[in-house]
């Protein structure tokens, strides 16, 4: 998959089959439309695009606005958009002037001028243009103008279980990892560089790794200890120019997750740790893909150190136990 960062860089071609929105999760609803973007292209010959956007649109809009939380962070979205065979991946800044385009603009200057657009497939509620005023509408208007021609994928084929990424978000937000990961088609993950903590864990012979996550509106889950996997990278990579290859960690490890503020003993600020099981080497300054596959149990303050450690007990021998039933 080729990645470019601007739609200046992108040289229009000649037979360009083309979806364009945010793909935030690339959850199984736009890996239907994605199936169907290269289903089309197949038959006529064509090269796939994506148009997306990074920033978010929404951080552009409304800047004062910090309740916009993303299921995947950009190397995140990148690497499944990659995994699901597109060829061509643009990444563009959204601004004010491209929002202010008219429907006509936007299909005249973006779909035929940047990319040489010959078939667009959308989603049944895609908008677009100045106060996402175009639709379907003035899409199917413009297609013989403009030669190409567009397909709508119906609400019934994209939403089969309601898949949306609202209802991810609530999912996770709740603890709901197991039904955030069958709409996803793929674990929830957490991606960021391994810090040095207090060291509490391995005081009391559980020393975890605590994560700093890289994008700060990436969506957290709940509060809680889950079952994790976790792949280790030596570092971050730039993932944002030319083409895509997908990093290779240099470990995989099971273990229990942790999200939480630790009240038991009195802290203040969240922390996401990880306790790798069968494993004990030094990964400070490791980039960690975690990725939770189930929710054991909410966090909660316990009367003693000595409860909390019998807890975490009971909690690595439930978890240890589901690894093994889920081979």
């Known amino acids: 998959m080729k990645i470019y960062r601007n739609l200046d860089d992108f040289e229009p071609l000649d037979c360009a089959v083309v979806t364009i929105g945010t793909f935030d999760g690339v959850h199984i609803g736009h890996q239907k439309i994605l199936s169907h973007l290269k289903e089309s292209a197949k038959k006529i010959n064509g090269e796939t695009v994506l148009l997306t956007f990074f920033p978010h649109p929404r951080l552009i809009i409304n800047p004062d606005d910090d309740s916009l939380r993303l299921i995947n962070d950009i190397e995140e979205k990148v690497c499944h958009l990659a995994n699901a065979g597109i060829d061509h991946l643009i990444l563009t ?193 490791k980039t960690l893909k975690v990725k939770f596959l189930h929710f054991v149990r909410h966090d909660e303050r316990f009367e003693t150190i000595e409860i909390m450690k019998e807890q975490i007990q009971a909690d690595k021998k439930y978890i240890t136990a589901y690894f093994a039933d889920h081979k």
């Open 93 to 285: 800044p959204f601004t004010r002037d491209f929002s202010n385009q008219t429907p006509e603009e936007y299909i005249s200057n973006v779909l035929i001028g940047k990319l040489g657009t010959k078939k667009i497939v959308i989603g049944y509620d895609h908008h677009f243009g100045k106060d996402r005023k175009g639709s379907l509408v003035e899409l199917e208007h413009f297609a013989e103008i403009f030669d190409y021609t567009v397909e709508q994928i119906p609400e019934q084929d994209i939403n089969d279980v309601a898949v949306s990424s609202t209802r991810i978000r609530e999912s996770l937000i709740k603890g709901n990892i197991d039904t955030a990961n069958q709409y996803l088609g793929y674990p929830f993950e957490l991606t960021g560089t391994v810090i040095r903590g207090d060291q509490i864990g391995r005081t009391i012979g559980f020393p975890t790794a605590n994560l700093h996550v890289h994008e700060k509106h990436k969506l957290i889950p709940a509060y809680g200890i889950y079952a994790v996997e976790v792949e280790i990278f030596d570092k971050i990579e730039e993932v944002l120019t030319g083409q895509y290859t997908e990093k290779v960690p240099f470990r995989k490890a099971k273990g229990m997750g942790y999200i939480g503020t630790r009240p038991t003993v009195d802290g203040m600020t969240r922390n996401i740790e990880v306790s790798l099981f069968d494993f004990n080497e030094d990964i400070y300054g």
